[in-house]
């Protein structure tokens, strides 16, 4: 079973600044790299497929990078609505999609 | 618009049953995969379940594995999971998803909850 590791579990930001969040797998899971958005009270969001690919209607202040067990996500200058838990995804054999434990993005 | 709507989430009591429902919109239903999958309070999701567009397939989390049921009814274009025997750790938000390449959700219900408490 593959696990996904988040860092850091917080990040203390503010409007403006750039947020680079990491997920680590504990083994190879390709380019199968999700990462979704929630915010409290809401269903996750889709922003990132195929470790680097945005989804329909994500800006383009959030990027993916990364392949094999290291990956990142990436916002490049932080607006109000950006802040939210972040949650990476992967696909493996079993179970046959696994997310990480998230990273919270707060106002500092 | 490309929309999913659970209902069927209320207060059980421990040993009891439950179906949940997902009714699809604005896409073809019949073509695509679907999950459930859970997120308890103040913890991250969980994949519960999965099922083949066709319905000939389902696979299931080692946790619920013998208790869910997941079924799908492409005539009516909405995805069911029927849960027996629930309980306490049962409780969470489901949420039903879209699945794409066998693992990204592109589109998420807005979410039922089910507590399962004496």
């Known amino acids: 079973e593959i696990v996904l590791t988040q860092s850091p579990a917080t990040l203390s930001l503010s409007p403006g600044e750039r947020a680079t969040l990491s997920c680590r797998a504990s083994?190879?899971?390709?380019?199968?790299l999700a990462w979704y958005q929630q915010k409290p009270g809401q269903a996750p969001r889709l922003l990132i497929y195929d470790a680097s690919n945005r989804a329909t209607g994500i800006p383009t202040r959030f990027s993916g990078s990364g392949s094999g067990t290291d990956f990142t996500l990436t916002i490049s200058s932080l607006e109000p609505e950006d802040f939210a838990v972040y949650y990476c995804q992967q696909r493996g054999d079993w179970p046959p999609l696994a997310f990480g434990g998230g990273t919270k993005v707060e106002i500092k | 618009e490309v929309q999913l709507v659970e209902s069927g989430g209320g207060i059980v009591q421990p040993g009891g049953s439950l179906r949940l429902s997902c009714a699809a919109s604005?896409?073809?239903?019949?073509?695509?995969?679907m999950n459930w999958v859970r997120q308890a309070p103040g913890k991250g999701p969980v994949w519960v379940s999965r099922?083949?567009?066709?319905?000939?397939?389902?696979t299931y989390a080692d946790s619920v594995k013998g208790r869910f049921t997941i079924s799908r009814d492409n005539a009516k274009n909405t995805l069911y999971l029927q849960m027996n025997s629930l309980r306490a750790e049962d409780t969470a938000v489901y949420y039903c998803g879209r699945d794409r390449n066998y693992y990204y959700l592109d589109v998420w219900g807005n979410g039922t909850t089910v507590t399962v408490s004496s």
């Open positions: 604005g896409f073809t239903f019949s073509n695509y995969w």
């Open positions: 099922i083949k567009s066709d319905g000939s397939g389902t």
């Open positions: 083994q190879s899971v390709s380019n199968y």
